[in-house]
């Protein structure tokens, strides 16, 4: 997976990732994307520019924005992401990470895709596993995969939280950093520490999606899991010294 911009799907409210690419003369730029969780894509073919001199005024307005697609099926303009009011501090983000990645533990999810919405937490499952017996979860209904299956709202993070904690103090268990709550708890300190907002995660067995916000511009990271693990064992380490 290459870096990407990114912007919300106009179809199930997830992420998708988009490039552009610019001819030789830079009078076409191709628009390619789609969803990262439902695969819609973007009906922009191409955008011409041109800043000939000898063009007049409106002819070069015409050309300097032409959309080769479809109007019917144009995606609409989104609000910027990343709003600073409607975002937890980024210092809650790997807690709570470790909180959410703690529940899904349970789910025994392995692809899944994950948004932060204000100080909740929507999931998307692609695996589609059922919820076990008791996990006290919340969960919509699912309508074709394109809306998130779970909700994870402030509550339910404290309470995963105390629950975590409780069970922690009661019985001894190896420390796993290959754990879904750990890796996850280190792509958000990792975030953290760069600066960034986490916007969503787009979760693979072997490859991870990491959509950051930055300066009021989102895009969409790769980072491999066995990667997240080393930077688990380096943060490990130096909490231990």
């Not at 998708?16 to 894509?41: I, Q």
Request: hydrophobic letters at 35%; charged letters at 25%; aromatic letters at 8%.
């Amino acid at each position: 997976m290459q870096i990407l911009k990114a912007r919300s799907c106009p179809r199930c409210g997830f992420f998708l990732g988009y490039s552009t690419t610019r001819s030789f003369n830079n009078r076409r730029t191709a628009v390619l994307g789609s969803c990262l969780h439902c695969d819609y894509r973007l009906p922009v073919r191409a955008v011409l520019r041109s800043s000939h001199p000898s063009a007049t005024q409106s002819e070069q307005k015409v050309l300097h924005l032409t959309l080769l697609a479809n109007s019917s099926t144009m995606v609409p303009r989104q609000p910027r992401l990343g709003g600073k009011a409607s975002l937890p501090p980024a210092r809650r983000c790997a807690r709570e990470l470790r909180a959410v990645g703690q529940a899904l533990e349970q789910l025994h999810l392995k692809n899944f895709s994950l948004r932060r919405d204000g100080r909740s937490y929507l999931i998307w499952d692609h695996d589609g596993v059922l919820t076990p017996a008791g996990a006290g979860l919340s969960f919509t209904h699912r309508r074709a995969g394109k809306t998130p299956m779970y909700r994870f709202d402030s509550d339910d993070i404290v309470r995963i939280e105390r629950d975590g904690i409780s069970q922690r103090s009661q019985y001894f268990h190896p420390v796993d950093g290959r754990k879904l709550s750990h890796l996850l708890r280190t792509l958000g300190a990792h975030v953290e520490r760069s600066g960034r907002r986490l916007m969503g995660i787009h979760w693979r067995e072997t490859s991870v999606g990491v959509i950051v916000e930055s300066r009021g511009r989102c895009r969409v990271e790769p980072i491999r899991t066995d990667i997240l693990y080393d930077l688990w064992v380096r943060m490990y380490l130096r909490r231990a010294r």
